[in-house]
């Protein structure tokens, strides 16, 4: 058979995976592969996580390495503290990122710190899992993203996938990391039919060993007049509104940070010295957030020149209500956005 002769071989098959699957699925490739990794938390036993970030994992590794706890954040959070500098590398959930309130001293003046104090002499390679969002209508104590809260503090650093390729890819990366690293996920895309699931967060998510680097950001669609920058559920709400601007003839580029701490700033830098236009979506609180350091970021550099003040959408620095009429009102979407470019390519004239 000559070699025109031969058969070609068909594309491998795509592997659409939900977050919550890919999670699962990074953190039982690297136990299997490291003897250390340890998982803790609430309901992440039998029931998986109330977020499906551990199914599966019970039965594969069993009750030592995969312990449910009380509920005691301060408790099992400051136990991760203590056996990541004994030598483990633990896996810690805190369910809701609401919660952080009563262990914030094991995340911060422990976990972030316990390189700095010790001269590097003791690491701390700890993941802290923790969900985030609104949009489901359970108020305030189970709702907020907090973003810059954990950004803001050195010694950590800080994670949002906005997809399952990227939150595998993410998790092998915290891992392995020997920093304490905050894994955000995202309830609107974690793929839990309860919560409903953003459809472009569902993506071919290879089985084998890649890992996303921490600290990139990911051009997700190019354009050339205005750059959208966004996290998590704000990364598809922007291209949502790209697609819908492309019928007025405006091209956005939209950037996914994927990374808070440490920041790609030189990719957002490059893409508005292209577009000469910014605008930042994010939906955690809008004072001192996530927005206003990519805005100053961009500012103090002197990137552009810029066409027009760079802009923030975000949620307003209330409470986030209750009654999901209200909610979803103060949410940052896709027409907020489109709405928004609008403005500023009008206002430019």
Known sequence: ?????????????????????????????????????????????RMGGVFGTTTGLFDQFGKDRVKDT??????????????????MRPIV????????????????????????????????????MTSVGGGYGDAGQHSQCLYATFGHLPGMKVVMPSNAHDAKGLMLSAIRDDNPVIFMFHKALQGMG?????????????????VVPIGKANIVREGRDVTLV??????????EAATRLADASIEA??????????????????????????????DDYLSFGVGAEVIASVCETGAGPLKCPPQRIAHPDIPIPFSP?????????????????????KDEK
Not at 6 to 24: D, F, G, Q
């Open 253 to 282: 580029e939209v950037i996914d940070l994927r990374t808070i701490a440490p920041l790609d700033r030189q990719t957002i830098i490059q893409s508005v010295s292209k577009t000469g236009r910014l605008l930042v979506v994010d």
């Open 93 to 128: 959930e805190l369910m809701f990122v609401d919660f952080f309130g009563v262990c914030m001293d094991a995340i911060y003046n422990l976990a972030a710190k316990q390189s700095y104090f010790s001269g590097g002499k003791v690491s701390c390679p700890m993941v802290l």
């Open 1 to 45: 058979m000559s070699s025109s002769d031969k058969p070609i071989s068909a594309p491998p098959a795509e592997r659409r995976l939900t977050i919550a699957k890919a999670m699962s699925e990074a953190i039982g490739q690297e136990m299997e592969r490291d003897s250390s990794i340890i998982l803790l938390g609430e309901d992440i036993g």
């Open 70 to 87: 009380p509920i005691s954040e301060t408790a099992f959070i400051g136990a991760a503290v203590g056996m990541a500098a004994g030598g």
């Open 230 to 239: 966004g996290l998590g559920a704000t990364v598809h709400h922007g291209l």
């Open 325 to 345: 009429v209200l909610e979803h009102f103060v949410l940052p979407d896709a027409k907020k956005i489109e709405q928004a470019v609008l403005s500023m390519m």
């Open 194 to 210: 309860w919560l409903g699931t953003i459809a472009g967060s569902i993506t071919d998510t290879p089985d084998d060993d890649y």
